[in-house]
């Protein structure tokens, strides 16, 4: 059985000031079967790892370096990440595809490098608008999957995100059957890579303008093992109605 997670995302968002919403964080008591993790901005990750340890729930990154160290101004590799206190990294994000040009190349050296210092990265495939009125999606997905995934992956180094970019932040959310379609694919892609063991114990988040309103119809569909949230993990009550959600799908 895969464990289900939940995983909050804060991209650029928050400062000591949000200290707070990490302390009403750590009074949830979510359910020892789910993992529940937050990815802070790199400035918040100890903290957040102190003030969150109590309640077990994991902190992570955003991003990392495919380089162990050396001149990369502005950098951060996955071993600082570790010794931060991460578990986690996001991979791939398609903000930072967008942003920094990320191709899947690069996010899977990057992938690597968590991988051999221990973490579990999280690898981010999504379609544009574009591509899924073009009847691209699969192909965009297949293509994303075969370069970004390392092949060193397993069940526990390995969680992949979908998160298609037009439901990012809009508040659109994909109908429960194009989630599940995106889903059931992926689940047979790293069956077919990988075969069937390791494929079916990769756990695989669905992202995009999740919140507890639509959480538990999500976590209805197959091969969805939980949910990778942008700005409803920024308020302790609104990412903690997904949690809930979680625990009883
Ligand atoms: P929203 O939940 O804000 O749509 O963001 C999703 C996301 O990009 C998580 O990585």
Known sequence: MRRKLAAGNWKMNGTGA???ELQALSQLHPSPRIDILLCPPATLLHRAGQALESAGISVGGQDCHAQASGAHTGDISAEMLKDAGAEYVILGHSERRQDHGESDDAVRAKARAAMDNGLTAIICVGESL??????NTLDIIGGQLSGSI??????????VAYEPIWAIGTGKVPTLDQIGDVHDFIRARLERRFGEGVGRSVRLLYGGSVKPSNAAEIFGVSNVD??????????AADFSGIITALESA
């Open 18 to 20: 949000a200290l707070g």
């Open 226 to 235: 939980g949910a990778l949230v942008g700005g409803a993990s920024l308020k």
């Open 130 to 135: 574009e591509q899924r009125e073009a009847a």
């Open 150 to 159: 390392p092949d060193q992956s397993t069940g526990e180094n390995l969680v």
